[in-house]
Nanobody, 127 residues
Framework: QVQLVESGGGLVQAGGSLRLSCSSSGGTFSSSAMGWFRQAPGKEREFVAAISGSIGRTYYTDSVKGRFTISRDNAENTVYLQMNSLKPEDTAVYYC????????????????????WGQGTQVTVSS
């Protein structure tokens, strides 16, 4: 059974940094594309970043390019999201997601492309 557990959220001042981690179990992690999404109060869940399972190609939403970095450690079955220069508008619950082989080829910026989700971790950026 596939499970995802996020950690690393918290409260930080604007301009600060946080690193989120998502540890996964079950299946072949190295074959899975991984994504990070976020949901702010009253808003829909939105794509943040993704990394492919084969060559580790990365994708970002425009608002985080140059500030956030997604990476993965296949030996540790973990994906990371390094967040720098945080802004108050980055405040949200951050979720990691895993795309299994059954969904291969589906676009990584779309939530339905993922098979499994973590429980989320709160990130709050104060001004």
């Amino acid at each position: 059974q596939v499970q995802l557990v996020e950690s690393g959220g918290g409260l930080v001042q604007a301009g600060g940094s946080l690193r989120l981690s998502c540890s996964s179990s079950g299946g072949t992690f190295s074959s899975s594309a991984m994504g990070w999404f976020r949901q702010a109060p009253g808003k829909e869940r939105e794509f943040v970043a993704a990394i492919s399972g084969s060559i580790g190609r990365t994708y970002y939403t425009d608002s985080v390019k140059g500030r956030f970095t997604i990476s993965r450690d296949n030996a540790e079955n973990t994906v990371y999201l390094q967040m720098n220069s945080l802004k108050p508008e980055d405040t949200a619950v951050y979720y990691c997601a895993r795309q299994m082989t059954s969904n291969w080829g589906q676009p990584l910026h779309r939530a339905p492309s993922y098979n499994y989700w973590g429980q989320g971790t709160q990130v709050t950026v104060s001004s």
